[in-house]
């Protein structure tokens, strides 16, 4: 199988906060890994826009060793020339006026232009309003903004209100990379693509829906973000939420931009909202080679979580009565991303109780080896009677689609490209992002009123033991963290 490159428009792509982490560890090794595979056309211009006094030449080498770093290992020196000769840099000013002139000058007439906001969400208004009172920006241009995208559902609409006063939503792309990976596409695909499986996707015959976000890394060098943030804001109100609507959203009409996220909105504004006793937040302790949590973010009375599960029911026929659990957390014990769709057991068994318990799960690995599995149960090999045991039937990517497919994409090198076809499906749109937060908040502000202190837990385990409990009082388990 051969993988297919379709190459997009000539473009202008201005990299807002082009010397901050973001740009060196993801945006500018993606867009070569795009140069590398012919995807990027002649023409195409990458500018750095950042405060630091560089130069072309010196944004160049500090490009250069970002792709020494985090880039491809494999690729000639004359590959990584040509993407060099590509890119161009000017200094600018946010919130003054230097630069801005230099950067309006470099825009060619006849390329999509694209921004790319890397910068804290408090910049975006004055980089909205330069790139419109110097006419840069025009009515097909296209900005896009990372997260934070606001703190409570407050500061998401005066965000929202901001850029709306120069850019029409069909020009905001609201990045959130969880929905650039292969595998989550794919499961748009496994549930649209194949009657197999539409017809179960119900609270008839799925028991349950397990969401895990597992990293084994701490808060280092993020603390001071991350303290005012939590798990909550950080991970489960945008990359947990558009996993659960992925799962539980209706088939589109259609596959385009609006269809897409008209049913994802309606499955945030039919969630229900989260009971304080289907809850957990918790904090990482020390370990003999980490300080813990409160250490980490230096502020010894933090009662900010690095860890938070929750159970929620979404209202409507198709999941009612069906439990949705999400958890995500930091140094748990492995690094693990998946979703499981955990099916209810058969309704008589023929086999005695012998036998055992046995569930069908679908479940769909994001990281670290990005696959689909599905759990299914049959006779244990060898004489002795009829004994049942589950096994997987495994389709790991790059065993199932062969060399020839080559390296899965990372996701923001599909995220970016589809910014300058013009293509939103990936993104999220301003109301579902309030509705969102919507959703979110009641459960901050439960936490913050009732001073609510996370519990401890292991760092190298699976979370607070009060997380385990919440499955367990439902008779249910997690899938274990590996």
Not at 134 to 159: C, M, Q, T, W
Not at 347 to 355: D, K, L, M, R, V
Not at 364 to 371: K, M, S, T, V
Request: charged content about 25%.
């Amino acid at each position: 199988m051969v993988s297919r490159v379709i190459p997009v428009e000539p473009f202008d792509l201005v990299i807002f906060g082009g010397t901050g982490d973001l740009a060196r560890r993801k945006i500018l090794p993606s867009l070569f890994r795009r140069f590398i595979a012919g995807q990027m056309p002649d023409g195409a211009q990458i500018i750095g826009a950042a405060r630091a006094e560089y130069d072309a030449d010196g944004y160049r080498e500090f490009v250069r060793q970002s792709l020494s770093e985090f880039g491809p290992n494999d690729a000639s020196k004359e590959v990584t020339e040509a993407f060099l000769n590509g890119l161009g840099y000017v200094a600018v000013d946010a919130k003054g006026t230097n630069g801005w002139p230099e950067l309006a000058s470099k825009m060619r007439d006849g390329h999509v232009r694209a921004f790319y906001f890397s910068v804290a969400p408090a910049l975006f208004g004055d980089l909205a309003d330069r790139l419109h009172s110097y006419k840069i920006a025009l009515p097909d241009s296209r900005i896009v903004v990372e997260k934070p995208f606001g703190h409570d559902l407050g500061s998401a609409k005066l965000l929202n209100a901001t850029l709306a006063q120069h850019f029409s939503e069909d020009q905001i792309y609201r990045i959130d990379h969880y929905l650039g990976k292969e595998t989550v596409q794919n499961l748009m695909a496994v549930r649209f693509g194949n009657l197999l499986f539409e017809p179960l996707w119900n609270a008839q015959y799925i028991d349950h829906v397990q969401i895990t976000v597992a990293e084994t890394v701490g808060v280092d060098g993020r603390g001071g973000y991350y303290d005012t943030s939590g798990a909550m804001r950080d991970m489960v109100q945008n990359h947990l939420m558009q996993l659960l609507c992925l799962i539980a959203m209706e088939p589109p009409a259609q596959f385009d931009a609006d269809a897409v996220r008209d049913e994802k909105l309606k499955v945030i504004r039919a969630l229900d909202p989260v009971s304080p006793h289907h809850t957990v937040r918790g904090q990482y302790s020390a370990s003999p080679d980490h300080p813990d949590y409160r250490a980490h973010v230096g502020n010894p009375r933090s009662r900010t979580e690095s860890y938070v599960a929750l159970k929620t029911h979404i209202s409507n026929w198709r999941w009612a009565g069906t439990p949705f659990y999400l958890r995500t957390g930091k140094r748990l014990r492995a690094r693990s991303s998946e979703i499981a769709v955990v099916f209810k057991e058969t309704p008589h068994s023929i086999f005695g109780p012998e036998a055992g318990s046995h569930r069908n799960a679908l479940v769909i690995r994001l990281q670290p080896d990005e696959g689909i599995t599905m759990d299914v149960t049959i006779k244990e090999p060898g004489p002795g009677g009829m004994r049942l045991i589950d096994v997987p039937l495994d389709m790991t990517f790059a065993e199932a689609l062969g060399p020839e497919v080559g390296e899965v994409p990372d996701a923001y090198e599909r995220l970016i490209m589809d910014v300058i076809r013009g293509n939103q499906t990936l993104f999220m749109r301003g109301d579902e992002l309030e509705a969102a937060w919507a959703w979110t908040d009641p459960i901050i502000n439960h936490w913050d009123e009732t001073k609510d202190v996370p519990k401890p837990y292991d760092a190298g385990g699976s979370g607070p033991e009060d997380a385990l409990m919440l499955m367990h009082r439902d008779d249910r388990k997690w899938r274990e963290i590996r």
